[in-house]
């Protein structure tokens, strides 16, 4: 009757083992360290910039714990630990001086971080600690201000070359097309052709509101955008912005980064464990956006530093056949673009296929149907500083799909790949607040939060035990055993932590002492009946059941609703409830019948149970 197959306790043995071995990473604490990753988008960290630290380092007579290169992303990255804050202070003076040439425009970024301190043994199980949130561990908390005007600026003026195509195509004569506000502005010399422009903006432009004006030869049409269109600009350029800044600082390595939108044209970005306010900004300042330029034939190519540079046009020093001279105005930029991908070429040769949306596949068709054997250039800005990434002959009309050859390397046209994929942004940005979390604040929480949980635990336990004697025993393994299986299963999710998830955890050992409470008063209701103990431990688990699994599903429901509207701190909280509900419906239940069973269930003649008083009817 009371007796558990043993598949049933080695299946509890494994979960303990499981809970055991991914929840050690978590005692072994962190090591002060520095992270060298790429200040340049066009600059790869590779295994081989690890040897070079080191031999900086030996020469500087430092001595690193460790040093190994890292892969995270498209960028690599190169960590070395340290005994000690003060060797980590001096490491990244010394590294940051013999890594870059010019300080002012650095190749290498060099950061304080933390490295967890977890064995080799534990490392090759993928068992390590937890991520901790911002406010448990410190960091760096940014909000950043879209400029929706550039926005605004950067759509009109798309609009604007649009119209002007629109209008040759149909071969509809125009005396001037200029932008006028928030609007552009076309001229017309007759009511005929003004009228037919008319028709073709309402059938091609759905966005705009087209208002008619001027008399005689002077005859105007002002496009201006519909406020549900404006509108719809500017959410798109905000969610492209979070995309790319997800893509950038993910490739730099920073763990659990939070990138999430906030308000109207607002983007908070958080940054845990960085304590380099300078180093923060670095990382969202390497928001990088693309541009495809045409080459200005005018300027003869050999003397471009000293001939006079046309009106319109600008002069490129940094990149790939640099020095060379373009014309201001982008044939499109990188959110016209919809896959970028390393290919070969006729010859077989590295290059790299390139996709474009509608749009920018009219444009492209429109730049290069008449500068067919002329050069085009893709010239990637960060921190308004321009670098020229490739020149390219166009061979042929290019449209939709079309190729960059003559990149020289399979490993070039990844690189170049990559940072077509990667996006740019759709506005510029500016931060218009900056907080910095100390890690000591941090540590606060951390013991603050831990005392609590710590305290909550051993009060219930006290009760339990007192309370329910040994049922009340086995109630305590059973919590135990669903934090350590709660923690675990956070550690392996590499989930990061906060104050809400740690209040999480508080109120899920709460919600699981209760499943017991309800087994327990079961079993002695059962007694009370007259029951033996066998059949009332039998019948009392079994009845209890349906009532945990249903208190446990409503609640399943409220937290999975947390997780599916929430934001935040607010997700945070569902998802480590949501995990905590699935933890102690196993081990209310499964362990502690089997911790039962073990305990009681050879037992053929028993006469009475340890759980406490037991008050029977007329007693």
Request: hydrophobic content about 45%; aromatic content about 8%; proline content about 4%.
């Amino acid at each position: 009757m009371n007796r558990y197959p043993l598949w049933k306790y080695i299946l509890i043995v494994i979960a303990l083992l499981f809970g055991v071995l991914y929840t050690l990473p978590n005692f072994y604490g962190e090591s002060p360290a520095v992270q060298i990753s790429s200040a340049k988008a066009t600059v790869k960290v590779e295994p081989g910039l690890a040897a070079q630290v080191e031999q900086v380092l030996a020469k500087a007579g430092t001595r690193p714990q460790t040093v190994y290169y890292e892969s995270a992303g498209t960028q690599g990255t190169v960590r070395v630990r340290f005994g000690d804050t003060d060797t980590q202070f001096k490491a990244k003076s010394v590294l940051e001086r013999e890594l870059n040439r010019d300080p002012a425009d650095p190749t290498y970024l060099v950061a304080f971080n933390l490295l967890p301190n977890t064995p080799g043994w534990l490392q090759s199980l993928k068992a390590a600690p937890m991520y901790l949130g911002l406010d448990l561990r410190g960091g760096v908390h940014f909000l950043m201000q879209v400029d929706t005007r550039a926005v605004l600026n950067k759509r009109l003026q798309g609009l604007q070359a649009g119209l002007r195509s629109s209008l040759v195509d149909k071969k509809i004569r125009y005396s001037g097309i200029a932008r006028v506000g928030n609007g552009v502005e076309l001229k017309f010399r007759d009511a005929e052709t003004r009228a037919q422009a008319k028709s073709l903006l309402a059938s091609q432009f759905s966005e705009l509101l087209v208002a008619e004006s001027g008399e005689g030869t002077e005859l105007r049409l002002l496009a201006t955008m519909r406020p549900e269109a404006l509108k719809q600009t500017i959410e798109e350029a905000v969610q492209q912005n979070i995309s790319t800044l997800s893509k950038r600082v993910n490739e730099l390595g920073v763990a659990e980064p939070v990138i999430q939108r906030q308000g109207a044209d607002r983007i908070v970005v958080q940054l845990p464990g960085v304590q380099d306010v300078s180093r923060a900004k670095d990382i969202i300042g390497r928001t990088a956006t693309l541009e495809v330029r045409l080459v200005d034939e005018t300027v003869p190519r050999g003397s471009e530093e000293s001939a006079a540079i046309p009106f319109g046009s600008e002069l490129f020093r940094v990149g790939k056949n640099a020095p060379v001279v373009l014309y201001k105005d982008p044939v499109i930029t990188g959110d016209y673009i919809s896959n970028a991908g390393a290919s070969f070429d006729q010859n077989q040769q590295p290059a790299v296929s390139i996709d474009l949306n509608g749009d920018g596949g009219r444009r492209m068709r429109e730049a290069t149907r008449s500068r067919v054997g002329k050069g085009m250039a893709i010239v990637l800005f960060e921190k308004n500083k321009g670098e020229v990434l490739t020149v390219a002959t166009i061979r042929d009309e290019l449209g939709a799909r079309f190729q960059i050859t003559g990149m020289g390397s399979a490993e070039a046209a990844t690189d170049l790949a990559l940072l077509l994929r990667a996006g740019s942004l759709a506005a510029p940005m500016e931060i218009i607040e900056e907080r910095t979390i100390g890690p000591q604040l941090g540590a606060d929480n951390i013991e603050k939060g831990f005392k609590s949980t710590m305290y909550g635990f051993l009060a219930m336990a006290v009760f339990m035990i007192a309370y329910y004697m040994l049922f009340g025993v086995f109630s305590v393994i059973a919590l135990s055993m669903n934090l350590l299986l709660l923690i675990a299963i956070l550690s392996l999710m590499q989930a990061t932590l906060t104050l809400p998830g740690i209040a999480a955890i508080a109120f899920t050992l709460g919600m699981a002492i209760d499943a017991n409470v309800l087994i327990n008063e079961r079993i002695r209701e059962e007694l009370r009946h007259g029951n033996t103990p066998q059949a009332a431990i039998a019948t009392g688990f079994d009845r209890a059941w349906a009532t945990i699994l249903d208190s446990n599903v409503t609640t399943m429901i409220a937290g999975l609703a947390l997780l599916i509207f929430g934001s935040g701190a607010i997700r945070g909280f569902a998802v480590v409830h949501c995990l905590g509900i699935l933890t102690s419906i196993f081990s209310s239940v499964f362990v502690s019948r089997g911790l039962a069973n073990l305990w009681y269930g050879r037992k053929k003649k028993l006469t009475s149970v340890s759980i406490g008083q037991v008050w029977k009817p007329g007693t």
